[in-house]
């Protein structure tokens, strides 16, 4: 195996099998703004073996605060292809699909179906609650990253176990939609953290390692310093989760 991994190996209870696991992975991350730049450098730098990133916007100067895989030269082109270029070259032997849409009812329905994790790196409610739905329905486990001005959580969603995101917020209809980074602001490195975060989740997902943030949600608060998480529970009339056949928390 590549030396490349020789930091995971040195790990204890990682071991090449776990390494192959993430090179065998198909991982969907939806936005390549803040959140998704930590991802997308940490899952290519794991060596997940193939990813898909999907974003329909365009880089501006304002993304330069905080979304760390644009440089100025990059101003105009789309944050899909740049965020791919980035990651293909720091590690060519994974396979990077750049996307250039916004998940919605039709690009859902050209999505892979070998897929083995979604994470939702998204800036706007209607394509989290679409994403959510769809990955669960698609028995795709799903890890979800949320941040705004100072803060921000995450938490993990496997197909059958766990509080979903629209068991902790309600049905979308009746959740009024965050302030988006132009309106509320955002304090850059809360993207960082959160992302990071994220991006751990999904690495322990992929390999079965550690125990990831299932019926969990952590909350980063950069104002005061807290890092916290509460324990979240199935909605029994959550709509996403009507269909997921749940089984207890082991
Ligand atoms: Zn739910």
């Known amino acids: 195996m590549a030396s490349r991994y020789q930091r995971h ?3 204890p209870g990682f071991t090449p099998r776990h390494q192959e ?41 304002t993304n330069l605060q ?5 440089t100025v030269a990059d101003i105009g082109r789309p944050k899909a292809v740049v965020a791919a270029e980035r990651v293909q070259a720091l590690n060519p032997d994974i396979t990077v699909h750049p996307l250039t849409t916004r998940f919605s009812p039709t690009t859902q329905s050209q999505m892979s179906d070998d897929l083995n994790l ?13 994403l959510e739905s769809w990955a669960l329905n698609a028995d795709v486990p799903y890890v979800w990253a949320a941040i705004g001005q100072y803060a921000g959580r995450c938490s993990v969603v496997l197909p059958h176990v766990g ?8 049905p979308a209809e009746r959740v009024a939609e965050w302030p988006n980074g132009a309106q509320g ?4 490195p809360v993207c960082g ?7 751990a989740e999904a690495i322990k997902v992929l390999t079965g390692l550690g125990q990831p943030l299932v019926g969990r949600m952590a909350m980063v608060d950069a104002w005061s ?5 509460i324990v979240i529970h199935p909605d029994p009339y959550c709509r996403t989760c009507q269909d997921r056949h749940l089984t207890d928390l082991a």
Not at 25 to 40: F, R
Not at 185 to 188: K, L, R, T
Not at 193 to 199: D, E, Q, R, S, Y
């Open 9 to 11: 190996l040195s790990l």
């Open 21 to 61: 696991r993430l090179d065998a992975a198909h991982v969907l991350v939806v936005g390549a703004g803040g959140l998704g730049a930590p991802v997308l450098t940490y899952l290519a730098g794991a060596g997940v073996g193939e990813l898909t990133v999907m974003d329909d916007d365009q880089i501006d100067e």
């Open 66 to 70: 905080r979304q760390v895989l644009f």
């Open 118 to 130: 979604v994470v939702d790196c998204s800036d706007n409610l209607p394509t989290r609650y679409l």
């Open 163 to 170: 509080a979903c995101f629209e068991c902790v917020y309600g």
């Open 185 to 188: 602001g955002v304090f850059g």
């Open 193 to 199: 953290v959160v992302g990071a975060l994220a991006a």
């Open 225 to 229: 310093g807290d890092l916290t998480q």
